[in-house]
């Protein structure tokens, strides 16, 4: 059985993504994250290649270390104590500076050659037409089998 995990588009504190990159680590740290989420755990942005993994996303955004950021979830016990060190560790940001970035990612177009890598990503939704549309939090949400809000 799949562990659940949060939809990216939950939140902590006002950041998109962090709640879901907490289950990640934790699951990982257990052995129950599924192989298919290891390779972008935590990964950073490499637009130079076209890679925007949202686990990257956040960490850039927030100038933080993934190693730093791995340790203290681990270590923390729970969601809050997490969201204390990523505002002591992190890039502060406003309530706007955090919309605004989770508006970035909801509302970026996706070009051919995404459009082509999320067909191959994820097999199941990748009949639909509106492919290229969707959000990368709408891909995650419906390849979980949760429906879009």
């Known amino acids: 059985m799949t562990p659940r995990l ?3 588009r939950a939140s ?3 950041y998109v993504i962090l709640p ?8 990982k740290s257990r052995g129950e994250l599924p192989e298919e989420y290891h390779p972008n755990l935590l990964r950073p942005l490499a637009p130079e290649i076209g890679l925007f993994p949202l686990d990257g ?4 955004f927030k100038e933080l270390d993934p190693r730093e950021l791995e340790a203290a979830i681990l270590q923390l016990s729970d969601d809050a104590a997490v969201l204390a060190w990523v505002e002591s560790h992190g890039r502060q940001r406003n309530e706007r500076e955090k919309e605004e970035w989770r508006r970035s990612i909801e509302e970026a177009p996706a070009d ?11 097999p199941a939704i ?11 939090f709408d891909l995650i949400d419906l390849d979980e089998g949760r429906p879009l809000p």
């Open 57 to 60: 996303r956040f960490l850039a």
């Open 126 to 136: 990748a009949h639909r037409s509106d492919i290229g549309e969707l959000s990368p």
């Open 6 to 8: 949060r939809s990216p």
């Open 112 to 122: 051919e050659r995404r459009t082509a890598h999320r067909k191959r990503s994820y």
């Open 12 to 14: 902590l504190g006002g």
């Open 20 to 27: 879901r990159l907490i289950d990640k680590v934790r699951l």
